[in-house]
């Protein structure tokens, strides 16, 4: 419980806003504290962020996540602990609030709520964490200027709901800003308005509402814009475009379509521009190409990285590769991401998957191996666990090996619990290492392997490595 001298400031700060003078700002503090009620407010603006994909979403699910948990933490733990009477109704009669509530003054639930919602948001987008924060605060201090609480009570509450939003790092770790290190590169020439490039389009990738070929149209109206169709691949589209001296190809899609236009770029030795237009765009958002005016810069600028490319049985991929499970959890999750958020899709993923499928029987470089998911990264991937996320760098030429083991009892379900917990990290459920060149061989019959959102042939051996050669793309290169 508060100190008598804290409590004594408390007292004399709360009697201090009640001496102030009537204003218009009182009726609106009213409205504002009641719009705050049982988290309405934030509510409401978190199902608008909600509505846009990207960092706003992200921001949303965290928030409310956060806020829901504050709720909990404040009004069923703290309040117990901490029984402070409310403050005596000496403020001005039309400021105060019809009913007054009756539990723990100590601390504020709607200043907790608040600064679990802003901060959560301001987590993953900074700019609309600091436009809500005033908002916050208004939040705040209208429960002190309403007379039904102590600012002590508010300043605690503003503690609890920000840790708690701060604490969600543990089980959803924010992506980092900055992009992955790569290489420099002087090998892509500078294309005015996009002429010598040719750049494929698939039209199905990305929200219904968003035309890549128009935006590219309009970035580089001298680019060859080649649009995929059902009966036609990135393969068909580019090679021709290649043999006929294009300077530079381009991919607009997913991060299987990048994979396969890398792919003619890798074979005819020509710099590839990535323009984020799908859903995820892992490849982009590493390399640091968050919009597709960051590629058209970079292909104005003639400006360009190289990245590290690996390989499995002779095809390229440039995020990750896997065998068995993964990929149908990577699925599952995607789909229930919006509904659930990322952390808890993934977890209940896992759970389906990871209940009705089997176990394989590998040899990974000799050794014997026992694993429901085996994963494979082209650089190596953080946080561990189910579902890698980003790449701190796309030059260190190592492959990122990690399998969920199934020589454990209750594997499985020590698994799930470790994602639902965020202890992936320090679960033994997981096994890890990293290596320049792997040999896995299936001992439970032929596999297809997974890369980048593709499925590869049925096979027993998988050779996997990295290339010679990288990869150049357009961007451009943090100093």
């Known amino acids: 419980m508060p100190g008598p001298a804290r409590r004594n400031l408390d007292v004399r700060l709360h009697a201090l806003v009640g001496g102030l003078p009537s204003s218009p700002a009182d009726r609106w503090l009213r409205r504002l504290t009641r719009s705050a009620n049982h988290g309405r407010l934030w509510l409401v603006i978190g199902a608008l962020l909600a509505t846009r994909r990207g960092a706003l979403r992200r921001g949303a699910v965290r928030g409310l996540g956060a806020m829901a948990v504050t709720s909990a933490v404040v009004n069923v733990v703290l309040k117990s602990l901490f029984r402070r009477g409310r403050p005596e109704h000496s403020g001005r009669p039309e400021r105060l609030l019809r009913r007054s509530p009756t539990t723990s003054s100590f601390p504020s639930g709607h200043s907790a709520s608040a600064a679990a919602f802003v901060t959560g948001v301001a987590m993953e987008s900074l700019p609309v964490g600091a436009a809500l924060a005033p908002v916050g605060l208004a939040v705040g ?152 005016q960051d590629a058209v810069d970079a292909v104005l600028a003639g400006e360009a990285v190289t990245v590290d490319v690996a390989e499995v049985n002779g095809t390229p991929f440039l995020n990750t590769s896997s065998l068995g499970a993964y990929p149908e959890m990577v699925r599952r999750r995607d789909r229930l991401s919006p509904r659930l958020g990322k952390w808890l899709a993934l977890t209940v993923a896992a759970a389906q998957v990871l209940r009705s499928g089997s176990p394989l029987e590998l040899t990974v470089d000799g050794r014997p191996l026992r694993a429901w998911i085996l994963f494979v990264g082209n650089g190596v991937y953080t946080p561990r666990g189910l579902a890698p996320a980003w790449r701190p760098r796309l030059e260190d030429g190592l492959l990122d090996v990690q399998w969920l083991r199934a020589d454990l009892r209750f594997g499985r379900t020590r698994a799930v619990l470790a994602t639902l917990l965020g202890v992936s990290e ?24 997974a890369y980048d959102g593709e499925m590869g042939e049925p096979a027993t051996e998988f050779r996997f490595g990295q290339r010679s050669t990288p990869l150049t793309v357009y961007c451009r290169h943090p100093q």
């Not at 600012?151 to 089980?171: E, L, N, R």
């Not at 290492?433 to 040999?439: D, G, I, N, V």
């Not at 001992?443 to 297809?448: A, E, I, M, N």
């Open 141 to 292: 201090y209208s429960r002190v200027h309403v007379g039904v609480h102590f600012p002590g009570d508010v300043v605690a509450g503003f503690a609890v709901g920000a840790g708690v939003a701060a604490a969600s790092q543990h089980w959803w770790p924010v992506r980092p800003t900055q992009p992955a290190r790569v290489r420099p590169s002087s090998q892509a020439p500078a294309l005015p308005d996009g002429e010598g490039l040719a750049v494929v389009v698939n039209p199905l990738s990305g929200p219904d509402t968003y035309d890549p070929a128009a935006e590219i149209c309009r970035l580089l109206p001298r680019a060859q814009v080649l649009e995929l169709t059902p009966d036609t691949c990135v393969e068909d589209l580019l090679e021709p475009a290649a043999r006929d001296g294009a300077r530079a190809l381009g991919v607009a899609g997913g991060d299987g379509s990048v994979a396969a236009a890398a792919a003619v770029a890798l074979e005819h030795g020509l710099p590839l521009a990535v323009i984020p237009a799908g859903t995820l765009n892992h490849f982009a958002r590493d390399v640091g190409l968050l919009t597709p």
């Open 426 to 449: 320090h679960s033994r459920s997981y096994g890890k290492f990293q290596a320049r060149e792997l040999t896995v061989r299936s001992l439970s019959g032929p596999q297809r392997v």
